[in-house]
């Protein structure tokens, strides 16, 4: 893989050599933190090219890299490192706000990606190209105020898409479109048999099945709904008995809730966010399968009997001395 500097009007330097260490990551967390990268290198070779912040340091055509926020440089180390988010990190600061004179900004049956150009509107003006390319695929959302990288989660999770990001140095575009989220859980079921380390987690302390959504209103004229998950995953609104010690409850305040149906659809959201955990965590250096961000394959610890369907969360690039790997995390 080669890893190029350009300048802040992208206009390429050359191939970034003798470094000591790039490390970049990628992931379904919609926060910079977990989608930047850091480039370090001795501040003799710096010197020689000086790469400053503004710059981009990228390897084309892959996720892996984006602009120079932060130049930190060590005396006591003699090195320089580089970081900033990645494409797909530059896309956790932004926010979809609703048109002038509308409570949101609504999709409605619209193709994916015609749904991306209506979600970025002009908050990069040119710098991301979005593919105008048919992906059959129809989504729907509505969104007030909502983070840029969690509405296209949002959008695109129920119909069964996720995100693609990248950089062409031929036009000199950061690029986006969908894809369809590939699922090999029916094909390929992982699990220690195979040499493959793994950490399986079952249930959680911080936990609920019940919540007390409240809505508009003061006192004794609050909306108050209750919302339930039952042991099949099942969320109702219909009280199930009492189920003692086995009742989890948490309040879910929403003042500003428009509707019943909004404090419901939030209630579910924070009982879908904290339901009791079924995930594998595993070493998948081993798979040899090309897995992106999205993707779903089926796991299964032995030991515990917990088999589920994991979905890959995270990949990080590793470029050293010792030559590069990519990890991919599921869970």
């Known amino acids: 893989m080669d890893l190029i500097h ?11 050599k003798d470094f000591v260490k790039y490390d970049a990551e990628i992931s379904l967390d919609p926060t910079v933190k977990k989608n930047s990268f850091a480039l370090t290198m001795d501040e003799s070779v710096w010197e020689s090219s000086p790469i400053r912040e503004g710059h981009f340091v990228y390897i084309p055509n892959s996720e892996w890299g984006g602009p120079i926020e932060h130049v930190k440089h060590s005396t ?11 494409w797909r990190g530059m896309l956790a600061r932004k926010i979809v706000e609703p048109p002038a004179g509308s409570a949101y900004l609504t999709l409605s049956a619209v193709e994916a990606n015609a749904a991306l150009q209506i979600l970025f509107g002009d908050k990069f003006g040119d710098f991301f190209a979005i593919s105008s ?7 729907s959302g509505s969104y007030r105020y909502a983070q840029l990288l969690t509405a296209i989660g949002d959008t695109f999770n129920p119909a069964g898409l996720a995100l693609v990001c990248g950089y062409n140095n031929i036009t000199r575009k950061a690029t986006v479109s969908a894809r369809r989220i590939a699922d090999y859980s029916s094909l390929v079921e992982l699990s220690q048999d195979y040499g493959i380390y793994l950490t399986s987690n079952s249930g959680g302390l911080e936990t609920y099945n019940h919540v007390i959504a409240l809505g508009r209103g003061e006192l004794t004229e609050r909306q108050v709904i209750h919302v339930y998950r039952l042991d099949d995953g099942t969320i109702t609104t219909d009280n199930p008995g009492n189920r003692g010690r086995k009742d989890l409850c948490a309040i879910y305040d929403y003042s500003n809730a428009e509707s019943e149906e909004e404090l419901v659809k939030g209630a579910t959201k924070f009982l879908s966010e904290n339901a009791p955990l079924r995930s594998v965590d595993m070493d998948t250096a081993e798979i040899t399968l090309s897995l992106e961000l999205g993707d779903k394959i089926s796991a299964r610890d ?19 001395d010792s030559g590069e790997k990519i990890e991919t995390k599921v869970g």
Request: cysteine-free; aromatic content about 0%.
């Open 76 to 86: 006591k180390t003699a090195q320089i490192t580089l970081s900033g988010p990645t």
């Open 302 to 320: 032995r030991l515990t009997g917990l088999v589920t369907t994991a979905t890959v969360k995270n990949k990080t690039l590793v470029i050293s």
């Open 6 to 16: 350009a300048t802040d009007e992208k206009i390429e330097v050359g191939e970034v």
């Open 133 to 139: 390319a048919d992906t059959e695929a129809i989504v």
